[in-house]
């Protein structure tokens, strides 16, 4: 009886994996105005966490309202920080693996959920999920995915103008930027394209594409380095 019961716990072991010994397991109250966010991780060391894990999202009833799942839930805790398998951990939002906004400016809070390094010189990489109001559940963007895949960490909003805004880097001395406008129910529309050229210490040579009336603009400028304010 003891080695049925024995291998019954073995069995059991190997079909929950991690959760058999414990995953780590971080909490981050007022992660918006609408949720708390519980953060389940299968891999951390020293003070760093990676590989698959979990965004449990919390309303204000303390209700679940759904789960991500990230392969690569990359993140960093304080220095110091004990990390003990299924002990809950307090995290703040600027250490979350996780940005919360409004990306395509309906008026509902969005998710960005980390997906690794996969960015613009192997920087941070994001999965985008916006709240579809008619499945009442957050919904993956290919589109908002992609340029938060692409550059150099995840894009800007710029609510005022209603914008997105990317940027990245080509080797040591060029840098770019690109402002996306969103089109509701059809997608993403790509509408300034600015390159900075600082090849020569003593000039700034930019470049700027922009699509005004449907039709694109370009502009060319070179500036005294030491004048120059991006």
Do not use: H
């Not at 080695?3 to 959760?19: D, E, F, K, M, Q």
């Not at 909490?27 to 891999?43: C, G, L, P, R």
């Not at 693996?97 to 690794?116: K, L, M, S």
């Amino acid at each position: 009886m003891k080695i049925l019961n024995y291998y019954r716990s073995v069995s059991a072991c190997i079909l929950l994996g991690p959760l058999c010994f414990g995953q780590y397991q971080f909490e981050v109250k007022n992660a918006s105005k609408n949720y708390d966010v519980i953060i389940n991780s299968e891999n951390c060391f020293d003070e760093q966490c990676k590989d698959k894990g979990t965004i449990e999202l919390y309303d204000n009833k303390n209700t679940k309202v759904q789960t991500l799942t990230s392969e690569d839930l990359v993140f960093y805790v304080k220095e110091g920080q004990k990390l003990v398998p299924g002990k809950m951990i307090q995290l703040t939002n600027e250490e979350s693996p996780f940005i919360i906004d409004d990306f395509n400016f309906d008026g509902t809070e969005d998710i960005a959920v980390r997906n690794g390094n996969k960015g613009n010189y192997s920087s941070a990489s994001y999965d985008v999920y916006v709240f579809n109001s008619t499945r009442m559940a957050f919904v993956k963007s290919e589109e908002l995915t992609e340029i938060g895949s692409s550059y150099f960490g995840l894009f800007g909003v710029d609510a005022k103008r209603k914008r997105l805004v990317a940027s990245g880097k080509s080797g040591c001395c060029m840098i770019f930027t690109t402002e996306y406008r969103v089109i509701p129910n059809k997608g993403l529309e790509k509408v300034l394209e600015r390159e900075e050229d600082m090849t020569n210490e003593d000039r700034v040579k930019v470049m700027t594409k922009e699509k005004i009336n449907n039709k694109w603009v370009t502009k060319n400028k070179v500036y005294p380095a030491n004048q120059y304010n991006r």
